[in-house]
């Protein structure tokens, strides 16, 4: 079957994305859905593909448009191989860090510590001046999951398992890596954010420009999530940004909800220029507690903690972090205990 052929289906919404400033709209949830299908099962040529996603860029996706690209990337991922043990948090990790370490990455670690059962996913875009998790984990000696089978081994010995998104599946790393032909990221970043891919009871979403807190929590509303927390992290990543506040936006209980915590610190203390992954373990370890990591840290365990268990009051969700930290595994990353 030629090109010409495979993508027959998926030309009518190309044109209703480019008709220009007049005749162009955003897709319906159905329209975003059968498009999104179209992709996931191969009947799209590159050259639709790479217009489709930059023609929705240009004017940033609609709720609408996420909520059919998730309903459809979440009916194709359900048919794939199950992890086949129970998920209690998603945490999707794509943006990577600029000028700090990954200091949720330690968060996320203290919970499992705890016995949630965390899947992180990710994405690492070579020559980007970005450190990105999956890198991070690796040198710090930690599994990155090659497989599904392996990801599963991962939670039932330690509770957490990092898995890179080609190997949830390889489509959607193909998606993502368009960036390299297209020069842009496209609005697959936000789907990868949006699947939960294990079907998790709860999911945390960082995000990084002004107003996708909003989309994401009204697209989780229509989709009828059962537990999301979402906010303005770190570069993007799911981590509190310790030196401004940050207003968290949750969708639970069928009830969205907004509170603004304010900044821990309020004198600079990022360390931007020493990205030494020794400040990670050292401060894992209590052997020094790092200036930016350790407010870092504990507000970021404090919003994931408050998600868990549905604690809403920022001090309640504090004295929830400070014993999550109290009771972390130090030989998890190599301490002397």
């Known amino acids: 079957m030629t090109d010409r052929a495979i993508g027959n289906d998926f030309t009518q919404y190309v044109k209703i994305l480019g008709r220009g400033k007049k005749g162009a709209r955003s897709l319906t949830v159905a329209e975003a859905e059968h498009a999104m299908g179209l992709m996931l099962s191969g009947q799209v040529a590159p050259e639709q593909s790479g217009a489709f996603w930059m023609l929705i860029r240009i004017r940033e996706e609609t709720v609408e448009e996420t909520v059919g690209f998730t309903k459809a990337t979440r009916d194709y991922l359900s048919k794939k191989e199950p992890l086949g043990t129970k998920v209690d948090l998603d945490w999707p990790a794509y943006a990577g860090k600029r000028n700090e370490l990954p200091w949720f990455l330690l968060a996320a670690i203290a919970l499992a510590n705890t016995g949630v059962n965390i899947v992180m996913h990710g994405h690492t875009f070579e020559g980007e001046d970005r450190l990105y998790v999956e890198s991070v984990i690796s040198q710090l000696g930690l599994p990155v999951c090659q497989s599904i089978e392996q990801a599963r081994q991962a939670l039932i010995k330690s509770h957490f398992a990092y898995l890179p ?79 401004r506040d940050v207003t968290l936006g949750k969708w639970q209980n069928g009830i969205a909800s907004w509170i603004t915590w304010p900044k821990a610190e309020k004198q600079h203390k990022r360390l931007k220029d020493d990205l030494d992954l020794s400040r990670l373990t050292d401060h894992w370890c209590g052997n020094q507690l790092d200036p930016f990591g350790e407010q870092a840290v504990r507000q970021t365990i404090a919003s994931v903690a408050g998600l868990l268990y549905g604690v809403a009051s920022h001090e309640e969700c504090l004295v929830l972090a400070d014993d999550i930290w109290a009771w972390r595994d130090k030989a998890w990353l190599g301490c002397s205990v």
């Open 165 to 243: 998104l080609a190997k949830v599946d390889t489509m959607l790393g193909d998606m993502m890596d368009l960036k390299y032909v297209l020069g842009l990221r496209s609005p697959v970043n936000t789907v990868v954010r949006m699947m939960n891919p294990f079907f998790a009871d709860h999911s945390v979403h960082g995000v990084f420009h002004r107003g996708y807190d909003e989309l994401h929590l009204s697209a989780c509303e229509q989709l009828g999530d059962p537990s999301v927390l979402v906010f303005r992290g770190g570069n993007g990543e799911a981590e509190v940004n310790p030196e």
